[in-house]
């Protein structure tokens, strides 16, 4: 089982920035699909942005031009880039993987435990 590890959450006001991490010992995501998931009480679960295999990105509607997800070069963490961030940015993230089947699935087997993002007005 990969044990997915995210940090980098915290409060900040709006308009302000955080940068997100995930990491497992001992693996590489160089045959993942990685992604971040958000959820905010009361709210289903969003899928906020992916990167594949080959480092090709989407953004929910709702973070493009804002949020920028990208991976290190050796393929050991995977960042976050939260900038110009709303309240209703507000939630818990979580950071997410799967195996690289050819192409993305639309769904996630192993995730992280998750770091709560507040944003304040």
């Known amino acids: 089982q990969v044990a997915l590890v995210e940090s980098g959450g915290g409060s900040v006001q709006a308009g302000g920035s955080l940068r997100l991490s995930c990491g497992a010992s001992?693996?590489?995501?160089?045959?993942?699909?990685m992604a971040w998931f958000r959820q905010a009480p009361g709210k289903k679960r969003e899928e906020v942005a992916t990167?594949?295999?080959?480092?090709?990105?989407k953004y929910a509607n709702s973070v493009k031009g804002r949020f920028t997800i990208s991976k290190d070069s050796a393929q050991t963490a995977l960042y976050l880039q939260m900038n110009s961030l709303k309240p209703e940015d507000t939630a818990m993230y979580y950071c997410?993987?799967?195996?690289?089947?050819?192409?993305?699935?639309?769904?996630?087997?192993?995730w992280g435990q998750g770091t709560q993002v507040t944003v304040s007005s």
């Open positions: 990167i594949d295999k080959y480092g090709s990105t």
């Open positions: 001992g693996y590489t995501y160089s045959n993942y699909c």
């Open positions: 997410a993987a799967d195996l690289w089947i050819g192409w993305c699935r639309q769904q996630y087997t192993f």
